[in-house]
């Protein structure tokens, strides 16, 4: 393949370090958020030159987008997670997507553990009873102990098994539910995610999102984990049926629940804040300094691999074969 040439498409959000090293190697344009349409129709002699598009997987690339950009030929994402993507409409095109695993397993796995200890022994609780001046009038509640309790990992790739290996080190009992039993793991297998909530005290859930997992977390997984159960979500808010995760926990029937992604990001229903059982975090689960330096240079690399030579370091699976 010759060395392609054209300009790249931005898609925001971008952080300011990735759009900038675009900028600097590349001729960009920058898609507009309110006016997309718009901008669309305006710069169709300008839009015939993009063969490139670097987004993340909170900046949405749909058909109406793809059919707009007549040279696409690759879609650079900044994330692991690739369900902002039509798919379709790529594999119809011919267009090809990378995205950038490996790099965020640790970030990610570490989220959950951190998650997994704030509420299981209630931490964030605990800062605001001190923080209230509440400690000079009793001792806080005792809480269940994450070491040794049984933890399910729903989803059980790259990311779960890391998490898993670090869950196991801290003497947890390990099971996993994924589409597929995976070959050569010490972990037992389940044979759905209601079985396996069914069999522990923790899950955790790191499946992909999508339409094929949308509300994987039903009213029976939250019911089968039960009132003492804590439920940790660094995958997708769309993986877990939030009205039912809201139901469960305000009548007692899930005990706990830790939350890096939700339904409608980046906006928390106030059913959620006023629950003092939740932690919520502002999905930070690859938000290191090192993870989002190592996943822009993946980036910008299978960026400059296409661009070079017509193939990706770290394609999608749906998109390689």
């Excluded at 300009?7 to 960009?28: K, T």
């Excluded at 305006?42 to 993009?50: K, Q």
């Excluded at 790529?90 to 970030?107: F, M, Q, Y």
């Amino acid at each position: 393949m010759d060395l392609v040439t054209g300009s790249i498409l931005c898609v925001p959000p971008l952080s300011p370090l990735l759009r900038d090293e675009v900028g600097r190697r590349y001729d960009v344009l920058d898609l507009p958020v309110p006016d997309r349409d718009a901008f669309l129709a305006e710069n169709v002699e300008a839009l015939s030159e993009v063969v490139g598009i670097v987004c993340t997987n909170a900046g949405p690339v749909d058909a109406a987008l793809v059919a707009a950009l007549p040279r696409l030929g690759v879609i650079a994402n900044h994330g692991v997670g690739y369900d902002n993507i039509d798919l379709d409409a790529c594999r119809e095109r011919g267009v090809v997507v990378s995205n950038t695993p490996d790099v965020l397993d640790a970030a990610v796995a570490e989220t959950a553990l951190g998650l997994l200890l704030a509420t299981r022994r209630r931490l964030v609780e605990a800062d605001r009873f001190v923080r209230a001046g509440r400690w000079a009038d009793g001792e806080f509640p005792l809480t269940p102990q994450l070491s040794g309790s049984r933890v399910g990992i729903l989803g059980l790739g790259r990311i779960g098994r890391t998490i898993a290996d670090l869950l196991a080190a801290m003497g947890c009992v390990v099971s996993y539910h994924s589409r597929h039993e995976v070959p050569g793991t010490p972990y037992a297998y389940a044979r759905s995610a209601t079985e396996l909530a069914a069999g522990v005290d923790n899950l955790v859930v790191v499946v992909p999102g999508g339409p094929a997992t949308e509300a994987l977390v039903d009213r029976p997984v939250l019911d089968a984990l039960g009132p003492g159960g804590v439920l940790v979500n660094v995958a997708r808010g769309s993986v877990v049926d939030q009205t039912a995760l809201v139901e469960a926990l305000e009548q007692g029937r899930l005990g706990a629940a830790g939350l890096d992604v939700l339904a409608d990001e980046p906006h928390v229903p106030a059913s959620l804040r006023e629950l003092e059982q939740v932690v919520l975090l502002p999905h930070v689960g690859s938000a290191t300094e090192e993870t989002r330096a190592a996943m822009r240079r993946l980036t910008l690399d299978n960026l400059a691999s296409w661009l070079d030579s017509g193939r990706l370091l770290t394609p999608v699976p749906e998109l390689s074969s």
